[in-house]
C-alpha cells in the first residue's frame, strides 16, 4: 500500500510541476487542509496597456490558490468553475496575498472562497471556485 502524502508535500508536487506558478513567483506562505496562503509582487511585464496588472494575474494567483486548497486534503481535485470581480486596480511593485476559505466540501466537490489583498491589506479581488473531487489519491511513488 502507498503512503500518502502530507498537505505540503502535496503543494510542493503541484509547484515542482507547474511553470506558469514559478514564472508568477508566487510564495507559499501557509499550507494547511483545505487552505493556503500565497503571495506574489506584481512586475512590469504584468501590466497591461493602462499600466495596471493585468487582469489575469489575479485569476491566476487565485487559481493557483484554489488548486493548491483543494488537493491538500490528499485527494486529486481540478476546478470546474471559477468566477472573479476585480475591486482595485494593482500597479507594478504591488505584493499581493491570497487568502483561501474552504466553504463546503462534499465527496464530489468542494466550494473556496479567495480574498486577494494587497500590502496595505486592502481588497484587491475576491474569487470563488468549484472543484471537482477525484477518487484518485495523491501517494508516494
Avoid at 28 to 44: H, Y
Wanted: some cysteine.
Amino acid at each position: 500500500m502507498e503512503k500518502k502524502l502530507s498537505p505540503q508535500n502535496i503543494v510542493n508536487k503541484l509547484y515542482e510541476n507547474d511553470p506558469f506558478t514559478k514564472w508568477l513567483k508566487i510564495e507559499v506562505l501557509e499550507i494547511r487542509k483545505g487552505a493556503c496562503i500565497l503571495q506574489m509582487t506584481i512586475r512590469k511585464e504584468m501590466l497591461n496597456g493602462f499600466a495596471i496588472a493585468h487582469g489575469g494575474i489575479t485569476y491566476s494567483l487565485a487559481d493557483t490558490a484554489l488548486a493548491f486548497a483543494s488537493n491538500t486534503h490528499g485527494r486529486k481535485s481540478v476546478s470546474i468553475e471559477t468566477s472573479i470581480s476585480h475591486t482595485e486596480s494593482l500597479k507594478e511593485g504591488d505584493i499581493i496575498t491570497a487568502t483561501t476559505e474552504e466553504k463546503n466540501l462534499t465527496n464530489k466537490t468542494a466550494v473556496y472562497h479567495i480574498t486577494i489583498k494587497n500590502q496595505n491589506d486592502k481588497t484587491v479581488a475576491l474569487f470563488k471556485g468549484t472543484v471537482y473531487r477525484t477518487s484518485k489519491e495523491w501517494e508516494i511513488g
